[in-house]
Structure formats: C-alpha cells, structure tokens
C-alpha cells in the first residue's frame, strides 16, 4: 500500500475504533465496578475453557465434535445470561436505622413482608461469580452427550488422560526415544 492509502486506512479505523468505544460506555455503565466486570469477561472465557480442558482429560470418550459443541454452547449460553443480567436494577441502598422496619426476629418469618426486588426471571439474577462455574457445566452437559452420539473416542496412548482416568490393564506406549540431538553444529575442525 502507498502512504496516503496506509494513512487514509489509519484515519477510518480510528474513526471506527472511536464509535466502538463510545457504545462500550453504554454497556460497561451497565456492568457496574471494574471487579464485576472482569469477573463478567473471565466467567465468559475461563469457564468453557475449564470445561474443554477437563473434559478431554477426564472423559474417555469425549471427541473432537462434542467438544467443540460444549464449548460454543457454554459460551453462547453465559454470554445470554450475561446479557439478560444487564438489565437487572441495581439492588437500594438500605437504611443504618431500624426505624420502619417490617420484620421482627423474635417472630416467626412472614413471606409477604419480603419484596421481590427484580422482575428478570432467574437466570438473569445469577450473581457473575458463578458464570465460570455455568460455564464449565454446560460444556459438560453438551459436550459428554454429543460425544457418545457421534461415536465417541477411542484413546490409544493412556498417558493423555488424568493419571485417576488411565486403564490400568493396558500397556502405556514406549517413552520417546531419548537420543540426544545436537542443535548445533561440532567445531571440531
């Protein structure tokens, strides 16, 4: 590319950057603290990562396609759920004083004196420390099954799997052969 192309193409993506940026202020309002929203970005990320690490290593039959459909089932799914959790109102800043307060604990617990504080169904209320856990479940409650159903996995080298997972009976595959490789060339002229 010439310069005035290179420097014409620097200008839109910054111009494009810039939009960008500016919607994200809409969602990041949204998401509260700079901890909610980290906690947010990794449970979206880390859980299905977890989950399809675990999964090849735990489950014998697992393979490559219901892996892969865990995965993208468990970030699809944490991700509408972080989406839904956005519209979640933000809990009221309760009062220091007793006054007007509405339940005595020396009686028993009246379930109408408490006030529902959201109307998003529950799913959407689910604090954001538990996505990496949803996360991890659904590559699992996914994954294992489409697995099977696409006709599982056969492990040749037991080394592969978590030491509790490995057959016992079958005989692990040879070491590596561990000759010595010389990467750099003898001076011995």
Not at 150 to 162: E, K, P, S, V
Request: charged fraction near 15%; glycine fraction near 8%; include cysteine.
């Amino acid at each position: 590319m010439s310069n005035q192309k290179t420097c014409n193409l620097l200008k839109v993506l910054t111009i494009v950057l810039g939009f960008v940026q500016i919607g994200l202020v809409f969602v990041v309002q949204k998401l509260g603290t700079i901890v909610t929203i980290i906690f947010t970005l990794l449970g979206l990320t880390n859980g299905p990562m977890l989950g399809l690490f675990t999964l090849g290593m735990l489950v014998p039959k697992a393979n490559q396609t219901g892996v892969i459909a865990g995965t993208v089932a468990s970030i699809v799914s944490v991700a509408v759920v972080i989406y839904g959790g956005l519209y979640k109102k933000p809990d009221p800043i309760l009062p220091m004083s007793t006054e007007g307060c509405l339940h005595n604990f020396t009686s028993p617990l009246n379930p109408s004196n408490f006030e529902e504080p959201n109307d998003l169904p529950l799913i959407f209320r689910i604090s954001f420390m538990y996505y990496a856990t949803i996360g991890i479940s659904i590559v699992y409650l996914v994954g294992w099954p489409v697995s099977l159903l696409t006709g599982g996995n056969t492990i040749t080298d037991q080394r592969l799997l978590a030491p509790c997972m490995r057959r016992k009976n079958e005989e692990v595959p040879e070491a590596i052969n561990s000759e010595r490789i010389d990467l750099l060339p003898d001076k011995s002229d």
